[in-house]
């Protein structure tokens, strides 16, 4: 019989764990109710064990060092999976439950699935309620952490590494303009999509992005970007009445939506990488039979299976005929 080394502390692991993510003696030790004293005896335990500083001085603040980094992935899921060993395995049962998920998500995402994913979750959880807050600025991996947020789905690229995530689509961009915009008239190049002002949304404030990037780097061109908003659903309100040009993420270029608007949408002549939707989650919840029910009604709704396309219809020869007159 193999023999099984002996000498492990899981409590070591949960505190490495702890100090990588709060990045503080201090804030590890006010997470795991010890005195800042313990904490520091911990950590240079850490280092002992591990042959690396874990936490060093940068400035102000201490950072994880890269081997930290590595293995904090690891170390979540070796605590995730021993939660999971004493935890009773029975049949998820919703009688009285009444749970409150908060989840961050973009507009584009909030908009095309909310009410669905409710109703989804309502069919076996009747009293379940979903939260949507709005994205922000800040790191949302200390949403996560801190439990401001149950879910974030969306496509950011500020998430730290052991935040857990599953992909759920990828979406492209499409062009969308007035229905009777002279742009549709001829041949869409990507010289006649800079020929019109745009307008851009980013919730950080960023006029650049990666429409951008192609014109300037495959067409020697730049786009005018007259406006800049947050929201999708807000730049697609008035845009009847311009000749903007706005590009949107093919979950929005729904044809019947576009029409009740006045609006046509038609694919952009760039080649540009899809975005990549996902949710994400903090570790101590990937077991969780709740959480995980919940993501698997994400899943359901949003993927995995990629939405379809938007193919731009031929343009009716009334409408043709009337931007010719």
Not at 285 to 310: A, C, E, N, Y
Request: glycine letters at 6%; a neutral charge; proline letters at 7%.
């Amino acid at each position: 019989m193999a023999h099984v080394a002996r000498g492990y502390d899981l409590n070591l692991l949960q505190a490495m764990n702890v100090l990588v993510e709060e990045s503080s003696v201090t804030g590890a030790a006010e997470r795991l109710q010890v005195s800042a004293a313990t904490m520091s005896r911990t950590l240079s335990r850490l280092r002992e064990t591990f042959h690396d500083a874990i936490l060093v001085q940068s400035g102000r603040h201490m950072v994880p060092t890269p081997r930290a980094l590595q293995m904090q992935p690891r170390v979540s899921q070796i605590l995730s999976a021993i939660s999971d060993l004493y935890r009773p395995r029975h049949t998820l049962d919703f009688t009285g439950l009444t749970p409150t998920f908060r989840i961050r998500a973009a507009d584009v995402v909030i908009g095309p699935y909310a009410e669905a994913l409710l109703r989804a979750l309502r069919a076996d959880c009747p009293d379940i309620t979903l939260i949507f807050t709005a994205e922000s600025n800040s790191d949302d991996s200390d949403f996560l952490r801190q439990g401001g947020i149950d879910l974030y789905i969306g496509a950011t690229t500020f998430l730290r590494p052991e935040i857990m995530r599953q992909t759920l689509f990828e979406s492209r961009f499409r062009g969308v303009v007035r229905a009777g915009h002279p742009i549709l008239l001829g041949e869409i190049t990507p010289q006649a999509l800079v020929a019109y002002d745009h307008i851009a949304v980013s919730r950080r404030g960023r006029r650049r992005g990666p429409i951008d990037e192609v014109l300037a780097d495959q067409y020697g061109l730049e786009r005018t970007v007259a406006l800049l908003l947050t929201s999708f659903y807000a730049a697609l309100q008035g845009l009847s009445q311009t000749d903007l040009i706005l590009p949107v993420p093919d979950i929005l270029t729904d044809a019947a939506m576009l029409g009740r608007l006045g609006l046509y949408g038609f694919p952009l002549p760039l080649d540009l990488e899809p975005v990549t939707i996902f949710q994400a989650w903090h570790p101590r919840h990937d077991t969780d039979q709740l959480h995980r029910w919940l993501r698997q009604k994400v899943v359901q709704i949003m993927g995995p299976k990629r939405p379809p396309s938007f193919e731009a219809p031929s343009i009716p020869d009334d409408l043709r005929l009337s931007l010719q007159a």
